[in-house]
């Protein structure tokens, strides 16, 4: 089986209106070369915002103050095992993040279909802009029934139904488009048996500017490492490279003062090896060799979990976030500093299983902007 690599790259505010012929998401509808639509790589589209009051503080001039509370979100949305790739469900997850209205969103297993109707939303917290890239670009789960199409030699006939992947957006300006490419592809199992179609495991990453942080830069990644356990732990080690290489390249970025936010689904536990790369040293028990603060790590509730002393400032735990029973925490959301630890706050909000089988997790930690 050919796995190509596309990097489907589209930046537009949420709320956007497409340019004619690229909300067709089926086999007729061209991607990068085709002639019936523009490049999506290319495509930068504005539209009005909410029809209701005004909340964007991207809107006008904002006072910059000397800490904000930068708020994020991650979320799995299960968009092809779950929901088929339909858009019948996802108002729950804009009225999520109207509620909470994060600067930063990361979103995991998106189909293509579903992330067009994202961007095509207006959204009462304000205007964000969303960038896209592929898990898979043949996966039949998300609506399309023959995805061989999409495995030949000319991305340009791609049927797009069959794209499913990553998403970062942000209440601000993304730019510096960063996709880190994270290994672990060759040999994936399941148990012992191949995974079919392969994954291609990137971190979709962008600096984002927001009205809040003044000349601050932040930078935010969302991430799906290799899922599936086996005897002989290959799925474990895969995971550990990749989480390594992940915060091995944003070593540079975080060294440049930006703050670095990741969102994802690690398909690891808290205590898992995997994890040593984000947690910090003086994360109970045991610590790691990470630079990054857990937005769930202080909540005393789940930290015998972990076997954390209650009296420990930050434990490697947190609330559920998959499943509908058990202390199952797979999702994340790391934050590489903040101006106050005790800050650091997270919640994992259970939704429908008809919507995802992974909880709407969501995060905030104070940071200074200057």
């Given at each position: 089986?050919?796995?190509r ?9 949420l ?31 504005t ?53 909470f ?10 189909c ?16 964000y ?11 039949t ?31 601000g ?10 290994g ?8 012992t ?77 808290p ?27 202080d ?18 735990s ?36 008809t ?16």
């Open positions: 089986m050919t796995m690599r596309i990097a489907a790259t589209l930046v537009v505010a709320a956007a209106v497409l340019l004619p012929g690229l909300a067709q998401g089926g086999a007729g509808a061209g991607i990068p070369g085709g002639a019936d639509v523009p490049d999506p790589m290319k495509i930068v589209t539209t009005p915002a909410s029809a209701g009051p005004a909340t964007d503080p991207a809107a006008g001039t904002v006072a910059v103050a000397a800490t904000v509370g930068l708020k994020a979100i991650s979320h799995n949305i299960c968009g092809g095992m779950c929901m088929g790739g339909s858009v019948d469900n996802l108002p729950t997850i804009t009225d999520l993040i109207d509620d209205r994060p600067h930063l969103i990361m979103f995991q297993e998106v293509w279909p579903q992330y067009e109707w994202f961007t095509n939303h207006a959204f009462n917290s304000g205007t802009q969303l960038g896209f890239t592929t898990l898979l670009t043949n996966y789960g998300c609506g399309a029934t023959d995805c061989a199409v999409n495995e030949d030699d000319d991305p340009a006939n791609d049927d797009r139904r069959c794209w499913i992947g990553q998403v970062v957006g942000a209440r300006t993304l730019s510096n488009r960063d996709e880190i490419a994270l672990g592809e060759r040999h994936q199992i399941n148990d048996r191949p995974v079919n179609p392969p994954r291609t495991f990137t971190a979709l990453c962008y600096d984002v500017q927001l009205a809040d942080l003044g000349s601050r830069v932040v930078k935010g990644c969302s991430v799906h490492l290799r899922a599936f356990r086996d005897p002989g732990n290959i799925n474990k080690r895969a995971r550990t490279a990749q989480a390594a290489r992940l915060a091995s390249d944003l070593d540079g970025d975080i060294a440049a003062g930006k703050i670095v936010v990741v969102g994802g689904d690690f398909n690891s536990l205590t898992e090896t995997a994890m040593d790369a984000f947690y910090r040293s003086e994360t109970k028990p045991g610590g790691g060799w990470g630079l990054f603060y857990e937005a769930d790590q909540d005393h509730n789940f930290y015998g979990n972990a076997g954390c002393a209650s009296t420990a400032t930050a434990c490697r947190g609330g559920r976030t998959a499943g509908t029973t058990g202390t199952n925490k797979i999702d994340y959301l790391f934050f590489s500093e903040t101006s106050d630890a005790a800050s650091v706050s997270g919640l994992p909000i259970e939704v429908p299983r919507v995802s089988d992974h909880a709407f997790y969501r995060g905030l930690v104070e940071v200074t902007t200057s």
